[in-house]
């Protein structure tokens, strides 16, 4: 099949959406709020609006890292920035599902692609702030992304869309971080054994050594599990 008529037949082949797997603390509080709120909005809100509304607020949030050498509270801005994000990255699934609007495909791509650029403007801006030095902001960046693309690949090959890892979801990192902004405010190095060092960098590290435990984890449990499913029995 060309890709022209690929292109052509999407739509009108039945889509079968992969089971979303939502278990973080706070999965269950925020959901109600979010369909409490979605239930609220203006007819003229459409989810495409929410979801240009969380992807400006990351852009800023990565420009207001940046300016932070110049302007200290501007770690607290990206506070409210991150606030922002949240409701239009939170929102626009959720107003499309109580509207019976559900775009699957169209709303995967977009949603997905877009976290990944909100990651690069983010994580850049870290790198920028002088509150953490670039390595580490690259590092985060990376696991962030290993850890999209085999939630992507387990999507596809595994029929489940896990939205959180070992009961953390977007929100709590949104929450994590934001705590994370208001000590480096106060508070931008700490001492481990009596070197100084910043406090991001500290954070940074033990993040990514997380990240890298869930990715292996992970990543070892749905080969096992693709390995058995697919077992090619000896002839």
């Known amino acids: 099949m060309t890709n022209t008529a690929a292109i052509a037949g999407i739509g009108k082949e039945p889509f079968r959406d992969a089971r979303r797997v939502q278990e973080s603390f706070l999965a269950g509080i925020e959901k109600r709020v979010l369909i409490d709120m979605a239930k609220r909005m203006p007819g003229a809100v459409n989810a495409d609006h929410l979801t240009a ?19 200290t509270p501007a770690l607290l801005a990206v506070n409210v920035l991150l606030a922002v994000n949240w409701f239009g990255d939170s929102m626009d699934g959720t107003l499309a599902r109580v ?12 949603d997905h692609i877009i976290d990944a650029l909100s990651a690069m403007f983010l994580f850049g801006g870290l790198a920028l ?25 387990a999507t596809h ?16 990192m949104r929450i994590l971080l934001a705590v994370g902004n208001t000590v480096a405010f106060f508070t931008p190095k700490t001492r481990i054994l009596g070197e100084p060092m910043l406090f991001f960098d500290v954070a940074g590290v033990i993040a990514i050594a997380c990240m890298g435990v869930v990715l292996g984890v992970t990543v070892v449990r749905n080969t096992v599990t693709l390995y058995r499913a697919e077992r090619i029995e000896p002839r």
């Open 53 to 71: 509304i969380g992807f400006a607020a990351m852009i800023a949030a990565g420009a207001a890292y940046a300016v932070a050498p110049l302007w």
């Open 99 to 110: 509207r019976n609007q559900q775009r699957p495909r169209y709303g995967y791509y977009v």
């Open 129 to 153: 702030s002088g509150f953490m030095s670039e390595r580490v902001a690259m590092g985060m960046l990376l696991c962030y992304l290993l850890l999209a693309i085999q939630s992507y690949l």
């Open 157 to 172: 090959s595994l029929g489940v869309f896990s939205i959180s890892w070992w009961k953390f979801s977007p929100t709590e």
